[in-house]
């Protein structure tokens, strides 16, 4: 008898607990927006290499850049950072010049980075390109970047560091809208 009380409870409750209607129609509504990281280069150079420039440009190089190219993505990219870490155990001041062009040869942004001598600390700098950055169409039209590289400093070296050298690394992090 007890049971058969248990199980009448049960059935009732069932029937009068609280529910709400399955609403299959909240996918539709759901926005998926991952992150995509990546390197975008890498440059090095030695004290010695620099040296042998003496002052002004030692380093120059164009590179394709081809992160947008498919329009399934590049209409798609909501925002981004590009970060930049520059080391510097070198003797000399440097300058890094990192230019962005479009496919017709047409500057769409630069940035510049003065770095002290040796011992200068290591430095992260952080560029935003969409919400309240520099607009995404940068990103969005970037065919090439150009790194150079240019010695504010004499053709001497007086570093005591061992294996002095400059490096510049770059990475990006965007923000792509799937859905």
Known sequence: MRTYYTLLMVIVLTFVSCSEDLNVN???????????????????????????????GFYSEQFVFEAFSESFINDKVLDGIITYQI???????????IEFFDASG??????????????????????????????????????????????LGDGTSTSTQENPKIILKSSAAFRIKIR
Do not use: C, M, W
Request: cysteine-free.
């Open 87 to 97: 080391s510097n155990t070198t003797s000399k001041a440097i300058e890094l010049q």
């Open 106 to 151: 047409n500057t769409l942004d630069s940035e510049q980075f003065s770095i002290e001598a040796n011992p200068a600390p290591e430095t992260e700098i952080q560029v935003a390109y969409g919400n309240g950055g520099k607009s995404i169409q940068i990103l969005r039209n970037t065919s090439q970047i150009r790194v150079n590289g240019i010695n």
């Open 26 to 56: 909240q996918a539709d509504d759901l926005a998926i927006e991952p992150t995509v990281a990546s390197s975008i280069f890498y440059f090095e150079s030695t004290e010695e290499v620099i040296n042998l420039a003496g002052t002004g």
